[in-house]
């Protein structure tokens, strides 16, 4: 039978797993091998998908996937792990081992600079070290894939040894992009030394990625971390034995209570400086089905030989990686084909003896290994507590009826508390002050014998706009104050799993709906926070989406026009305008879907980390790192910005300051475009200068709108409902403002940007433009 037909309560033991390629590959590594018991859980409020226990740890798999995989029935019986029931002593943070005991007789010792990487799998802590070592202000989040891009810092007090925080990987499969960059990273980069961060509340699964590195010939040190959650709940590791088994130093810490670090710098910078590497060893059994991927493997170790030396690529990992059929290893190893073809042989060969294929004998290999390597030296915890406790957590949040209501009044609570309280308390002290400044910069250049036109730049164009963007900070930072809490509690991953099956229907994955969400508050932290997707595709597309969700700052707009023109239907304007943005973001990814971001999002095979309580810390660093982020743009791009726009609006174009705003180069220019609104009604220049001004923040719609607006002439002459509805949707749609493109710059470059402001300025022009033809139909 299939994975996705066993109910919950029952076990099953894994037959054969299904699918092609990576998708097969990330299922293995992730431990779903034959042999296999999987429980399932409990499914997502909606029905998908579904999560599963295997191997101690929960992981979630949609329905579609689930049903690649093939099992039978386990008897329950056989769920019952063995332990140890004993308490001992354990060795404490950071002991030495006796691998590390051995004097260095071997190497010159290594001079100069040293690069370290930080390699282990999604939430085992890598971020948490690292902001340990480096001291350094690095976002940490209980979330799969916070870490996207490499970090690199100076180790504290080591200042020629550097530390680089790649991206949590599973295994040296690299299945998603951000897993690729680190695997080039550690494959093409060689850093002096590997770190390996290992999560000892999870050794099995984390160990897998162990095995992978110690193939790599590089000098390496395993890092046991979250000791101090193991050891609470009476679990232990024999480190010494496991040094002794691994050969390779083995240090237990706990990152987040900075325990044991110092003493994992020091084995790290020992095994650099005398270069040793784990040494090569056997994980496959030469006993295990007669021998059969033993054979397997050294054999193309031996054929491959020459190769690898050629191609500096170290020889078991090469080999390791032929048997998975790993296309870039192949590629870059350049085997013949003659070669190729005895090799296809031998492993059809041990196919045939092993009775599992390729990829499957490799993952059970290696789980083999680990299974072995643990029973001597794990002493396994008791059900942990803060597992029992995220069960409980889980009954609320995740539950059938519970699920959804619970996110929607987190949200909502969240947004209120933003916009309305906190933020918006904030956001009129730092008005506040700004206008201070601005009245004693005013008060200062009156004295001097500063020009009109400089006063007015500095303080019309520069406090002013400046100044109105400047005012955005306490609602971003206390928005990602919110989200830091939402990701870092581990909620957030629970809200994937709640909201994956209707993310899915528009081709993305559950991970973007926090993003998306803020966009109702302002698009720029949700640009940002975008950087929590696992998958360039669903990045680019989620940040494609965002802008169409109405943000706070478009609520000023629809406000003086609805006073001006619909009093009576205010309301029913608003909200369907917030309909009209929703509606569009779901066509364009539908037809995204089919044309630019071909494919499907990335399948949801998700660690679903236990509930863990914040740390202030990680909070207050997270809402620095992104107060910087902004100040830093508002100070560049938006400061450039505001000026450009103010000088536009205050010279004509023989640089002349012009007293008629009518006159002056942006009005110009407002007028040159004027004739591509006329088909949206209203072609007014007035009109297309408040939407140019709208670029710098979309209030200014609004403010420039009511200057230029002084007479009496209606600015909507044939249809004014249509019409005016019609400029509202442009509003609605068009883009957001110089934060939101300074944000997209960041993560797509300048061409990106530019793509991005034309695509949205015509999505805007086309949806206005129907809408208003389907209005001027009905009315
Ligand atoms: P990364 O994905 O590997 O970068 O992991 P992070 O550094 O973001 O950490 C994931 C989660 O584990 C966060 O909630 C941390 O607070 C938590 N964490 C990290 N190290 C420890 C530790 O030593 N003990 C405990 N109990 N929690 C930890
Ligand atoms: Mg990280």
């Known amino acids: ?282 994980f496959c059994d030469k006993n295990d089905h007669n021998g059969a991927l033993h054979r397997c493997l050294h054999s193309i170790m031996h054929m491959i030989e020459d190769h690898c030396v050629e191609y500096e690529i170290p020889i078991r990992f090469a080999a390791s990686k032929v048997v998975e059929n790993d296309g870039h290893i192949i590629d870059s190893l350049h085997i013949h084909d003659k070669e190729m073809a005895a090799i296809d042989n031998i492993i059809e060969q041990m196919e045939n003896e092993r009775g599992l294929d390729r990829s499957a004998a490799i993952a059970d290999m290696r789980y083999l290994f680990i299974e072995r390597l643990c029973r001597q030296t794990v002493i396994k915890p008791r059900i942990s507590k803060q597992r029992l406790r995220s069960e409980k957590i889980d009954d609320i949040l995740t539950g059938r009826f ?154 000023p707009i629809y406000a003086f026009f609805t006073d001006l023109f619909f009093p009576k239907q205010a309301w029913l304007i608003t909200v369907s305008l917030y309909f009209i943005g929703i509606i569009t973001a779901v066509i364009v990814s539908l037809i995204a879907k089919k044309t630019i971001y071909k494919g499907e999002a990335v399948p949801f095979v998700m660690e679903m980390p236990n509930y863990r309580i914040p740390t202030p810390e990680n909070v207050l660093r997270l809402m620095w790192e992104k107060a910087k982020d902004f100040l830093q743009r508002a100070f560049t791009v938006i400061f450039i910005g505001t000026v450009v726009i103010w000088i536009l609006e205050h010279f004509d174009f023989r640089l002349n300051l012009v007293d008629d705003p009518g006159l002056s180069m942006l009005a110009i220019v407002a007028d040159l475009i004027t004739p591509i609104f006329k088909p949206l009604g209203f072609a007014d220049w007035r009109i297309s200068t408040a939407l140019l001004s709208g670029f710098l923040a979309k209030e200014s719609v609004v403010s420039t709108l009511s200057v230029l607006y002084g007479s009496t002439e209606a600015l909507f002459n044939a249809h004014p409902a249509a019409d005016v509805f019609a400029l509202l949707v442009f509003c609605l749609l068009y883009t957001p403002c110089i934060a939101a493109v300074a944000a997209f710059k960041q993560e797509q470059g300048h061409g990106g940007a530019i793509k991005m402001v034309l695509f949205q300025c015509l999505t805007a022009w086309i949806v206005a433009f129907v809408i208003r033809k389907i209005l001027l139909v009905l009315i």
């Open 1 to 282: 039978m299939k994975l996705n037909e066993l109910e919950i309560g029952q076990s099953g033991r894994i037959l054969n797993v299904g699918g092609t390629g990576a998708l097969r590959q990330h299922f293995l590594d992730m431990g779903l091998i034959p042999g296999i018991l999987i429980t399932p859980v409990k499914y997502a409020p909606l029905g998908d998908p579904i999560e599963y226990t295997i191997n101690g740890y929960e992981l979630t798999l949609r329905k579609d996937d689930a049903q690649e995989i093939e099992i039978e029935i386990a008897d329950l019986m056989e769920r019952e792990d063995e332990r140890l029931d004993v308490d001992i002593d354990h060795p404490g943070y950071g002991e030495s081992g006796i691998y590390h005991a051995r004097q260095p007789e071997h190497n010159e010792p290594l001079q100069g600079k040293m690069t370290f990487a930080l390699a282990g799998n999604q939430n085992s802590g890598k971020t948490t070290l690292f902001n340990q070592l480096t001291g350094s202000n690095q976002h940490v989040g209980n979330f799969p894939g916070v870490t996207v891009e490499q970090k690199t810092g100076t180790i504290k007090g080591h200042p020629d040894c550097e530390v680089i925080d790649l991206p949590g990987i599973y295994s040296l499969s690299p299945y998603s992009e951000e897993e690729m960059v680190s695997r080039k990273y550690i494959l093409e980069n060689k850093p002096t030394a590997i770190i390996n961060i290992v999560d000892a509340t999870n050794i099995e699964r984390n160990l897998y990625l162990t095995m992978q590195l110690m193939e790599l010939d590089i000098p390496m040190v395993l890092a046991l971390n979250m000791m101090d959650e193991l050891q609470d709940n009476h679990g232990a590791i024999l480190v010494n034995k496991m040094e002794e088994i691994l050969q390779i130093p083995v240090v237990p810490i706990s990152a987040m209570k900075n325990e044991g670090v110092g003493e994992l710098v020091d084995h790290a910078i020992h095994v650099a400086r005398y270069q040793e590497k784990p040494v090569p060893r056997d």
């Open 402 to 555: 519970t699920a959804i209501p619970v996110f929607v009044l987190v949200m909502l609570g969240i947004f209120y508390l933003t916009f309305n309280v906190i933020g918006a308390y904030f956001q009129g002290l730092l008005e506040e002050l700004i206008g201070m400044l601005q009245v004693s910069a005013e008060g200062l250049l009156e004295n001097t014998a500063v020009s009109d036109p400089v006063r007015s730049l500095i303080v019309d164009g520069i406090f002013n706009g400046v100044g109105s963007v400047l005012s955005f900070v306490p609602i971003i930072v206390i928005l990602f104050f919110f989200l830091s809490l939402l990701e870092d509690s581990g909620y957030m991953t629970r809200i994937a799993f709640v909201m994956d099956k209707l993310l899915r229907k528009i081709g993305l994955s559950g991970r973007s709906i926090v993003p998306m969400l803020m966009g109702f508050g302002c698009s720029v932290p949700a640009i940002m926070a975008t950087r929590t997707l696992p998958s360039r595709r669903d990045r680019y597309l989620t940040m494609m989406l965002i802008p169409f969700m109405s943000c706070s700052a478009k609520m």
